[in-house]
Each structure stands twice: as structure tokens, then as C-alpha cells.
């Protein structure tokens, strides 16, 4: 018996002292493109906000594979919560001879054309059966003179391929294009 108990315990300590190899924690980035030329004045876009929903506002890349549930991603996480880089993503898109300009911070002595209020209620990747997508929902919230208005934006890009690195590409075309069209029909009005 204290031979059984013995081999148990040296199994038991070597298994105990053998490594498992990591999984290394994959970061990623939005990649905002903005036509800042488009409209025929110049403008300049005051964000006051930017407030993504929970559970969207934090490191962690969500999926989903039925309504109503959300997991994430272990090895597959955001550089920072989606706020600060899409705030980050939308002041570095400008060039000096951008037509749409974008502000923030202390404005006391700035005009600006546009107070924007942004909400992200959907950052995620969604699977459906054997394809997968990336949806993106977004409300912009704009004043001009106090006259506000709202616009959601709702967009899903079909991922090449079921994978967290495809899903964040579906992410960024959708995002991308959800960016462009609100500022095409901010500028129409």
C-alpha cells in the first residue's frame, strides 16, 4: 500500500513540475480610413463623447453564437477598450488639407460646425450556422445651433474565414463604412 502511495506521489510531482506551453495574447487595432474631403465647406466636428455599450467597452473581443449571449475571446483581445481607439482612430484619420475637421477636448476658444455624441451598441463577431459576420451598430447624436439629431447605423460584413483575426477585419470594413456613410450624410444637410 505505501508503495502505491509513494508512486502516486512521485507521478503526481512530475506532472506537477512539466510545463504546458502558453498561448500568446494576440492584440488588435481598429483601422479607421475616413474620406475627411468630402462636402463643398469646410467643417469642424466637436466629439463630446464617445460611449460604448456593455459588454463591448473593454479589452475583451466578443462573439456570439446565439442572440442573447456573449462570450469572449481568451487570446484575441483589443490593444485598448474600442472607445479610446476609436476616438484615437477618427483624430489621426485628418490631414492638413481635410475638409472635415474633427476636435476634442477644451473648445472654449474653438468654433466648431458640430457637437457629436457617438454610442456603439454593437461591437461583435456573430456566428450563424457555418458563416460568420462582423456587426457593428452605431448611433451618432449631432447638434448644430441646438437643433439635434440622431441616425443608427447598423452594418454586418461577412467574415472570410470563422476566426478571431477575420472577424476583426469584418469589424474594421464595417465600422469603416458605417464612419464614411454618416459623414457623407452629415454633409448633405
Not at 31 to 42: K, P
Request: charge should be positive; aromatic fraction near 12%.
Amino acid at each position: 500500500m505505501k508503495q502505491k502511495l509513494f508512486f502516486l506521489f512521485i507521478l503526481f510531482f512530475i506532472s506537477s513540475c512539466v510545463s504546458f506551453p502558453k498561448k500568446n495574447l494576440v492584440y488588435h487595432t481598429i483601422d479607421l480610413n475616413l474620406d475627411t474631403n468630402i462636402g463643398n465647406t469646410n467643417q469642424t466636428i466637436l466629439i463630446s463623447n464617445i460611449e460604448v455599450l456593455p459588454p463591448y467597452d473593454t479589452k475583451r473581443i466578443c462573439y456570439s453564437f446565439r442572440d442573447h449571449e456573449v462570450q469572449t475571446y481568451s487570446y484575441h483581445l483589443w490593444a485598448s477598450p474600442i472607445s479610446h481607439m476609436l476616438l484615437t482612430s477618427i483624430i489621426l484619420c485628418q490631414n492638413p488639407k481635410s475638409r472635415i475637421k474633427f476636435i476634442t477636448g477644451d473648445v472654449s476658444n474653438t468654433h466648431y460646425t458640430y457637437d457629436l455624441k457617438i454610442v456603439v451598441k454593437k461591437f461583435i463577431h456573430r456566428y450563424y450556422g457555418s458563416k460568420s459576420y462582423g456587426l457593428v451598430d452605431i448611433i451618432f447624436i449631432v447638434s448644430k445651433m441646438g437643433v439635434i439629431k440622431q441616425k443608427e447605423y447598423k452594418v454586418k460584413v461577412l467574415c472570410k474565414e470563422n476566426n478571431p483575426y477575420e472577424a476583426i477585419v469584418a469589424l474594421n470594413k464595417a465600422l469603416n463604412k458605417i464612419m464614411n456613410d454618416f459623414l457623407i450624410d452629415l454633409t448633405k444637410n
